[in-house]
C-alpha cells in the first residue's frame, strides 16, 4: 500500500507544485530549460504511474465499507460523463463553456465513481487520492489564474462528435477492463 501511496502523492505533488508555489514552473524553466523541465515532470508521472500501478497490484485490499448495491450503475455512468470530459480540453467545443477545467471535473467524477462501486482500502487511496487531488488542483489553479474568460461558442456538432469519441472510449476501456484491470466493470 506505501508504493501506491507513495505513487498519488507524487503524482499530485508534481502537479500541484506550479499552482500552489507561485513562479515555481518559471523559475525551474529558467533553470532546467523547457525540454529539461518536461523531462523531469515526465519522468516523475512515469514513476508516479509505475507506483500507483504496481501498489495497487501488491496491496492487499481490506474492506472498509460495503459500497451500496446501486454503486456500481451510478458508477458506469460517472465514468462514462468523465470519459467524455476527460477529452473535452482539447477540441473546440461547448462543454469548455459550462466547465473551466473539464479534465479535472472528469478525473474527479472517475474517482468518486470508483468509490461507489469499491470499499477496499487500496480504492480509497487510488481513486479518493486522484479526486482530492483534482478537485484541489482546479481551486490551486482557480486561485492562481483568477478571473474564466468563457470561450466563444462553436458549432453543435463539434460536441456530437467530442461525445462519440468519449462513448467510444469508454466502450473499449470497459471492454478491455477484465484483461486490464482483473475484473469485469458491469458485474
Known amino acids: 500500500m506505501t508504493k501506491l501511496v507513495l505513487g498519488v502523492l507524487l503524482w499530485s505533488v508534481t502537479h500541484l507544485a506550479p499552482g500552489v508555489l507561485p513562479g515555481f514552473k518559471s523559475k525551474a524553466?529558467?533553470?532546467?530549460?523547457?525540454?529539461?523541465?518536461?523531462?523531469?515532470?515526465?519522468?516523475l508521472m512515469v514513476v508516479a504511474i509505475y507506483l500507483m500501478i504496481s501498489g495497487w497490484k501488491a496491496a492487499v485490499p481490506e474492506i472498509v465499507y460495503l459500497p451500496p448495491a446501486w454503486g456500481r450503475h451510478v458508477t458506469a455512468l460517472l465514468v462514462l460523463v468523465a470519459f467524455i470530459l476527460f477529452f473535452a480540453p482539447y477540441p473546440p467545443n461547448n462543454i469548455k463553456r459550462l466547465l473551466r477545467h473539464p479534465q479535472l471535473a472528469g478525473v474527479a467524477l472517475w474517482g468518486i465513481g470508483h468509490l461507489l462501486a469499491n470499499g477496499e482500502s487500496r480504492s480509497i487511496a487510488l481513486f479518493g487520492g486522484m479526486a482530492l487531488w483534482a478537485i484541489a488542483e482546479v481551486l490551486f489553479i482557480n486561485r492562481r489564474d483568477g478571473a474564466w474568460d468563457r470561450p466563444v461558442p462553436v458549432p453543435a456538432r463539434n460536441d456530437a462528435l467530442l461525445i462519440a469519441g468519449g462513448i467510444v472510449a469508454y466502450a473499449v476501456v470497459a471492454a478491455s477492463h477484465q484483461w486490464l484491470f482483473g475484473f469485469y466493470p458491469f458485474f
Open 29 to 43: 524553466v529558467a533553470r532546467l530549460g523547457e525540454n529539461g523541465y518536461k523531462g523531469i515532470f515526465t519522468l
